[in-house]
């Protein structure tokens, strides 16, 4: 980007309809690469449900499928037509929400889905919270106090986060909080008592306890999703803080900080304001990075705690061979993945005003 | 009357693993209102003794002096909050690049305010009509559009006008000038100067200006220090700098290149280790 | 004696730290032990390194160290032992296996997966990302493609699907791993590429005539390398927590093999009263995590002091 360009064009205003069309072409692009991901990820979801298998109708259905049913899904999967007319009839089920039926629940893929989705949404959503409200605290003081014991401090417990398998801590924490002291509740999202008087319209429980103003059972539902989520949040607390304080480093170290200085201001306000301000717009990028990774991290941590979102739906179906409900789940985080690529790059362009000109 | 500001046998030092290094040796000046211009090359400790007068030096420095006062102030022991105040209140400093020094996420508007309503209490109406006052008085044409952009659409030169009016909108007495215009392009250079010379000549301010280029100094300045290894080599009149004394300095005079003379080879800068002490 | 061993150490020290090297071997070893120094100046990736070598030191010598056999226990006499009972260290679980033997053939296993997967992916990536930055153009353009879909995918979900298919196992267990790692790879060589293409060594390179595959293996992939070796080392971590989540799903390497994560899973049912049968394989799995993790860090440190401490 060369200044003298921009402001040319700023000055003038002749310049703003190339402008415009840049940021057009920007979006052109980038819708470009979202559809060719997604296609990809299809294309290799097709590849593990259609090609690897010797029988992709055995495959879905099982060896116990009568002769009927089998012809049938072998005329529905296509698999009579050559490959790649199999890949585009393939793509447009998946795009028509169309996963096949579970062997195991009997019911179409995406009807399940949309069933135990929100359980892992709100999961991964108040875990990504908790990270993100410790981790950038302890990320800034790691860097603002670099090189003391605080620093260290930091360091560790983010290198100790990367290293532990989450799936033990869960089951520690369960002894330690569920068996030994019952603070908390097990298994699930609530617990029997509440479980058919409580009624969920979004599939978020938390959210739609306290909206109802039931105190009695927000405070059950809370008491079932705050170890997961506390386990989930401090595996995102790890990574933010470490880049926080990466991030932090290198704003810390520029120019605008001494001028900052330089103009009196305290402090508070260049660390919390001027700093944070200008790390936050990498640090988006990460934040939407970890969701995602706790989206995949709930897969363990839900097999745990009994927690009946998507990673349980695809670790049981995987115990039964469901090939359709594992790749279903599959294309569905993938397709979380890439939105919430899209997102942090849209959120980028916003918080960055140098690529909001380009 | 008290000079704005008095310095005395300045030291600034850095412990690193090989031992006790001193960028600033014993500077010694006093500042009224006029135009001092400190020269020396990169690693003179130029900038430091400036970033010292200003509290800007990193905490790993050590700073010590027989005198360092600003006015009634002794800045030596004046307590970190009174020296804050100081900063853009009565002490400005101009850095040498806007592409880095204006904050990149912050509109141009917002960072001038937020030097005025550090230091004085006004209203946001008057703080924004003080800043559009500002980015006139800094020859920008039109305020109004310049306040609501952001540092990286506006040019270089453009940008360090407006690094002037976040310096200058809380009317401090004394402008430490960092080579404000080393990393701007030559034609704009000067239109800068003139701003900057227009501005500390009406508000009556002192500036200490703090370059590499003896030229641009001793048409600008009144007073030129000449540093060399974090020492003053030599203090002289601006008019009287053709008659310096010090072969460092005279050096310095001789790097410039003038028009109608034919010179081969190239003078070289002598740097004579007797000098450093 | 100690006084000329001291002397010897000393020049030795001094040829190395020489700054007008005589050979490109002193050059080469002299930088190599200016990294070390810097690498053991920083404690905890001591640390670290010293569970990599006890690591593979306790795989080597598995069946020389291990008292009692990984697979077959005593059913009888020594079901669910808690830790420090006669003759079982960490206890036993509740085939009567002795839980420090089997983490110990474990240490096999896990070291096994990390080798494989290094030596699937790091190639893979350096080649795809320096050709890719090299040769630029569509080339380039289809490469980072591939390269950002794969980048695009949740791996343990992509790992656990592919396992599905392909059967559990060990083995698909590594090639899932591998098909989810390279990617990270080719995105970095190809970003070091780019800044070393137009410098003027490879110019002079070019104009000497060099084939572009001689550049790529042998002038660009070089300064590669460093970063690259960083990057696996801290990989390596996150892939024995995968594999170890494979195995927890019973996915993984099939029992009775000793692998950590499926020693989780069986314990798992005895969590409440037997605690150790779980948690003794989770502390290996940590331990040996963070060792990658340490030894990573501190040869970030030494390799790029720019980017020191960050």
């Not at chain 1, 979004?202 to 959210?207: E, K, R």
């Not at chain 2, 937020?114 to 008057?126: D, Q």
């Not at chain 3, 795989?59 to 006669?86: E, F, N, Q």
């Not at chain 3, 053939?105 to 795809?128: D, E, F, K, N, S």
Request: with cysteine; charged share 15%; proline share 5%.
């Amino acid at each position: 980007m060369s200044p003298t360009l921009v402001s040319g064009a700023s000055r003038t205003g002749l310049r703003i309809p190339a402008r415009v069309s840049r940021i057009g072409f920007a979006t052109l692009r980038f819708a470009a690469v979202v559809v060719t991901t997604f296609l990809g990820l299809l294309a290799v979801t097709f590849f593990i449900g259609r090609v690897i298998p010797v029988d992709p109708v055995l495959a879905v259905l099982g060896d116990r499928a009568p002769a009927s049913a089998i012809e049938k899904a072998r005329e529905a999967m296509g698999l009579n037509l050559p490959v790649w007319q199999q890949f585009l009839l393939y793509v447009r089920q998946a795009l028509a929400g169309d996963f096949g039926t579970s062997v195991l629940t009997t019911r179409p893929v995406m009807e399940d889905i949309a069933r135990v989705f929100p359980a892992t949404i709100e999961l991964a959503t108040l875990g990504t919270l908790i990270g993100t409200a410790l981790g950038i605290p302890l990320g800034v003081l790691a860097a603002v106090k670099r090189g003391t014991l605080a620093d260290q401090t930091v360091r560790v417990i983010g290198l100790v986060g990367y290293s532990v398998p989450i799936f033990w801590l869960a089951l520690l924490g369960l002894l330690l909080f569920y068996a030994k002291l019952g603070w908390i509740g097990y298994p699930g999202r609530i617990g029997i008592a509440y479980e058919y008087s409580f009624t969920s319209t979004t599939g978020l429980f938390l959210f739609d306890a306290l909206r109802q103003g039931d105190l009695e059972v927000a405070l059950d539902v809370f008491r079932h999703i705050i170890l997961p989520a506390g386990l989930l949040g401090s595996f995102s607390m790890a990574y933010i803080s470490r880049m926080t304080r990466s991030f932090m480093l290198t704003e810390l170290g520029q120019e605008y900080i001494i001028a900052a200085r330089a103009k009196g201001l305290s402090e508070s306000r260049i660390i919390w304001f001027h700093a944070l301000r200008n790390a936050a717009v990498p640090l988006v990028t990460v934040i939407a990075l970890s969701y995602a990774n706790l989206l995949e991290g709930s897969v363990l941590t839900e097999t745990v705690f009994s927690w009946p979102g998507l990673g349980l739906y695809i670790t049981n179906s995987l115990q039964n061979a469901d090939m359709n409900a594992v790749l279903g789940g599959t294309i569905i985080i993938g397709a979380t993945f890439i939105g919430l690529n899209l997102l942090s790059d849209l959120l980028y362009r916003t918080l960055d005003p140098r690529t909001r000109a380009r | 009357m008290t000079p704005l500001l008095q310095v005395e046998d300045l030291r600034v030092s850095y412990a690193t693993r090989t031992g006790l290094v001193e960028a600033v040796r014993g500077v010694s000046f006093t500042l009224g209102r006029e135009r001092l211009g400190i020269v020396g090359e990169s690693g003179s400790g130029k900038s430091q003794t400036g970033r010292a007068i200003m509290g800007l030096t990193p905490p790993q420095a050590q700073i010590s002096a027989k005198t360092l006062r600003f006015g009634d102030i002794d800045l030596l022991t004046a307590p970190p909050k009174l020296r804050r105040n100081l900063r853009g209140g009565r002490i400005a400093m101009v850095l040498q690049d806007p592409k880095y020094s204006l904050n990149p996420v912050m509109t141009i508007g917002r960072q001038i305010v937020e030097t005025l309503r550090t230091h004085a209490r006004v209203s946001r109406a008057e703080a924004r009509q003080r800043a559009l006052e500002m980015l006139a008085a800094v020859q920008i044409r039109d305020p109004e559009r310049v306040f609501d952009l952001h540092p990286h659409e506006v040019s270089g030169g453009m940008g360090q006008r407006v690094m002037i009016a976040m310096m200058l909108v809380a009317n401090p007495e004394l402008l430490i000038a960092d080579e404000p215009t080393s990393a701007l392009d030559v034609t704009v250079q000067l239109e800068v100067l003139s701003i900057l010379d227009r501005l500390v000549g009406e508000r009556g301010m002192g500036l200490i200006f703090v370059s590499h280029d003896l030229r641009l100094v001793s048409s600008f300045c009144d007073r030129v220090l000449v540093m060399y290894a974090g020492r003053v080599v030599e203090e002289i009149a601006a008019s009287d700098l053709s008659r310096a004394k010090h072969p460092y300095t005279r050096g310095l005079l001789d790097c410039v290149p003038t028009l109608g003379t034919h010179r081969h080879p190239l003078p070289v800068l002598d740097r004579k280790p007797e000098w450093r002490l | 004696m100690t006084d000329l061993a001291l002397s010897r150490t000393a020049s030795l020290r001094d040829w190395l730290l020489s700054d007008r090297p005589q050979s490109r071997a002193q050059a080469r070893l002299g930088r190599a032990y200016m990294t070390w120094l810097r690498f053991a100046a920083n404690r905890l990736a001591l640390v670290g390194l010293v569970i990599l070598v006890a690591l593979v030191a306790v795989a080597a010598l598995a069946g020389v160290i291990a008292p009692h056999s990984p697979t077959a226990g005593d059913l009888g006499g020594a079901r669910l032992l808690p830790p420090l009972s006669p003759g079982y260290l960490l206890g036993t679980d509740d085939q009567g296996r002795d839980i420090l033997s089997r983490l110990i053939y474990g240490a096999r296993l896990t070291l096994t997966v990390v080798v494989l997967v290094a030596i699937l992916t790091a190639p893979v990536g350096l080649l795809i990302g320096t050709v890719a930055g090299y040769a630029g153009g569509i080339l380039d353009g289809v490469l980072m493609r591939v390269t950002d879909i794969f980048l695009a995918f949740p791996k343990l979900v992509l790992a656990l699907a592919l396992v599905a298919a392909l059967g559990p196992g060990i083995e698909n267990a590594v090639i899932a791993i591998a098909l989810t790692s390279w990617p990270p790879y080719a995105r970095m060589a190809r970003a070091e590429t780019l800044a070393v293409r137009h410098a003027d060594y490879i110019s002079a390179v070019q104009l000497m005539g060099a084939s572009p595959a001689r550049i790529v293996f042998h002038h660009v992939m070089p300064m590669c390398l460093s970063s690259l070796i960083v990057r696996v080392t801290l990989d390596m971590a996150g892939i024995i927590l995968i594999a170890a989540g494979l195995g927890f799903l019973g996915l993984g390497a099939q029992p009775p093999a000793p692998e950590w994560g499926a020693m989780i899973a069986s314990g798992r049912r005895f969590i409440l009263d037997q605690w150790w049968v779980a948690t003794m394989p989770g502390m290996a799995i940590l331990i040996v995590s963070l060792g990658f993790n340490l030894v990573g860090d501190g040869l970030r440190d030494a390799l790029d002091p720019r980017e020191s401490g960050r």
